[in-house]
Structure formats: structure tokens, C-alpha cells
């Protein structure tokens, strides 16, 4: 990570958490987050997906939110770094047609008594 986007990062997170301490950011308008808890988006940049997933938690007067992503990682969101795009959530993948069968090993029994080429069984 580069130092610019750690001091965004660092930035988005005082950000974040002044907001959650008290309420909204100083001079900022009482409006209602476009994101709800529970909503599934996706978050693109320059036509590539970066992210899809959960929104766990918004910030109250800022346009940040928390998502918990596909992978399972909870991750810091700026709506207007990203264009989010709210889906409908993504049908399950379809489970195995039929699971494969395990592969079968043949096991040959193992004489104390070794057989030699010329059919005895003598160890000289």
C-alpha cells in the first residue's frame, strides 16, 4: 500500500470513528444514508467490480459504510471514491450434479513369503 492510500485509509478511518462518537461530522446536514443495513451492493471503479457484498453498518453524515465482503472481511467503504450499485442478492451456486466417485485403490496382499520368478519361495 502506498503512503498516499495509507493516509487516505487513515484518514477515512478518523473520519469514521469521530462520526460514530458523536453522532454526525460537525456542520454536516442530518440527511439519511442512501445505504441500509442489510443491503447487498457492489462497488466498482472504472467498469471493474472491487467489491460486493453485505452493508454491515453506515456512517451517520458521511458517505462512508461498512461492508462485509464476499470473502468474509469486513471493509471500510467511501461512496464517493466508488460507484455502488445496489443488487438483488446473487442466487446460490447450484449445488455438485453428483459428487465424484472417491478413488478406489487395489491393494495386492503382501506375502511374507516373496514369490520369485522361477516359482519358489526360498530365500538362499
Sequence with gaps: ???????LF???K?????AEAFGAMPGSQEEPHALSQG??????HNGR????GTVVKTVAGTDL???NDHTGTRRLL????L?????????????SQSPKPAPTATVTPISAYPMFHDGTQQIA
Design 78 to 81: 467511501d461512496m464517493e471514491s
Design 39 to 44: 443491503d447487498y451492493i457492489e462497488a466498482w
Design 65 to 67: 459504510f461498512w461492508l
Design 14 to 18: 478518523t473520519q469514521a470513528t469521530l
Design 10 to 12: 487513515q484518514a477515512l
Design 83 to 95: 460507484e455502488i450499485v445496489t443488487v438483488d442478492r446473487p442466487a446460490p451456486e447450484p449445488a
Design 49 to 52: 467490480l472491487y467489491h460486493h
Design 1 to 7: 500500500m502506498s503512503i498516499a492510500n495509507r493516509d
